[in-house]
Each structure stands twice: as C-alpha cells, then as structure tokens.
C-alpha cells in the first residue's frame, strides 16, 4: 500500500515533536509544511528536509495531493483550518484545545462528518505509556469494578519560559492542561454527567488561573478527583507525570511519581517499572509526552489504513472539551453542572 501523504500546518513550539514522530511512524511522511511565520516554516524545513513550503493554508491545500493534514496551529485557527480541510475532502489531526467554544467544536465535526473525512483530535496524553499500562489492568478485572479515581497532576514547572502566551490568556490550566487530565478520566472510568469545579490563581505574573480541582461523577457510578497546578513545589519535580489512584471492588491501582505502578488486587500485590522508552531524538523530562505523540500518529495511520474511527475522533473529543466548558462554568457559578445541557 503506498505511503500516506500529509501535511503539517503550523511549525512552532510542539510542532518538532510531531515532525519527529512522523519520522518513526511507518506508512506515512511529510511531504510539505505550512506556516503564517517564514522563519518558522524555514528553520523547520531545513531541520526536517521538507522542501515544499507554504505560508498560506489555502495554496497548500491547492497545489498538493494530501492524504491528510495535521493541524499544530492555535486554538483560534482550528475550525477554519479543519472546515478548509473537509473542503478539500483530507482527513484532518487538529491539536488540542480542539477548539476556543464548543459550538465552533461541534461545527468542525459537522463539517468532516457531511463530508465524510475522518477527523482526530490530537489528545495524546492517553496514549502515553503510563496510562495505557493502567487502561490494561482496569480491562484485565484485577481491581474488580473502579467506584473512585484521583488523576493529579502538580508541578512548579516553568511553562511560560517555551510557551509565553500561556501567560496572557484568561483562560490558563483547565484549558492547557486540566483538558489532557479530563481526558484521562474518562478514558480510565467513563463518560460524565456533573462536574463541580474550582480554581486559583496563585502566581501573580499570570493572566489565567494555575490551580484547578475538579469533582466528577462519573455515568459509570464512580467518583473522581481532578486536580492540576503549576504552583505546587515538590522535594524532586514530578514534571510531566500525571499521578493516577483508582479504587476498585476488588483492590487498588496507584500509578506514582517515576512510574511506579502497584496493584493490589485479586492476584495480590505487584509492582512495576512503566516508564516511557527515551526516543533517540526525545529529552527528559519531556520523553512521556513525546513517546505518546509517536502513539497517537501511529493510531491514526491505522485508522485510516483500515477505515475505522479513531479513539480520539472530534466526535469523541467534543465530551471532553465539554468537561472543560463544564469546568470553566462550575469555577464561576460554585455550583455542580450537568453535562446533558451543554452537549444538546
């Protein structure tokens, strides 16, 4: 079968990490890139070898024959991005927060679905090794059936120093972060009908808030806790490690700080060691975010190789960036809400 062509629209901070992946991803390359910035789309052109270059998404669509498009642009640019995409008829990845509202989300996924182009939200956080090691004893029975989860993830963490927008949005950890640990949470325990929330801001230089606790129930019948921060300083800096607790009717999964994963269940206890592999071209601490980009691409090649839906469709993802509107709303009111009203 002959290699998938696509394209990569956006060239900066997170885009080398996909550049990189597609590398060691089989059945697929770049073939161009894109990108409003000309030094961006050079200084990753000439990184990656890729001579076919654009600074204009309309004239890359135009004048190349894609097999899809992986879209590293910023929120505000998605929805027309991703419909320019279904346009065109290319099956199209689009990068987390998958879009500024969910109206503009829902919009996006009318578009792929009336066309009939498959569309992937970038959520990769998922596919990180970690977590799948603890998707698989949750499908294994061990602990029985989950009725509490606590998905942490703390750090003092100087994010602002690659990505200094981060600084200036109103909109800060719920939107950046807390959507990949939601996200999580309804892999490992299910969709969700309420969430109560609430937030802080507590480093000063900042526009948007650093600390966000969410309270979930869960349709399945199980409870979790969601907390996130950048202002929680740590003996050893967990960065970028999401802490997992889940207890079950059976027993227990704690995944801990350097991948320790323990389980307690109906065979007893075993630990183990689920640390990402350290990719050639990766660097920690960042090594779990970047095995889990390499995932999720090779997920979607397989996807489109056998014509299924991809796990993190934008059908999929339109419940989760729901978790983070429900989020937003419920810090503002104090008060629980339901997620039926925003997904009519």
Sequence with gaps: ????????????????????AWRDVEGASIVAICDRDPDRLRVVGDQFGIARRNTDA???FAGERLDFVDIATTAPSHRTLV??????????????????????AQAMV????DAGVPLMVHENFRWQSPIQAVRTVLDSGE??????????FRSAYDVFSGQPYLATGKRFIIEDLGIHILDIARFLLGDVSTVTARTARINPGIAGEDVATMLMDHTSGATSVIDCSYATKLATEPFPETLIEIDGSDGTIRLAQGYRLTVTGRSGTVVSDVSPPLLP????????????????QKHWVDC?????????SGADNLKTLALVEAAYAGAASREPVQLDALLK
């Design 1 to 20: 079968m002959a290699e998938l062509r696509g394209a990569l629209i956006g060239c900066g901070f997170f885009a080398v990490n996909q550049m990189h």
């Design 58 to 60: 309309a004239a890359l």
């Design 83 to 104: 419909e320019m995409a279904a346009q065109h008829g290319v099956p199209a990845i689009c990068q987390k927060p998958f879009a500024p509202s969910l109206a503009d």
């Design 110 to 113: 009318k578009a792929c679905t």
């Design 143 to 152: 602990i029985g059936t989950p009725f509490f989860g606590r998905i942490s």
């Design 281 to 296: 071209w990766a660097s920690r601490p960042w090594h779990n975010i970047q095995e889990s980009v390499v995932a999720i």
């Design 304 to 312: 489109l190789t056998n014509g299924t839906e991809p796990a993190t």
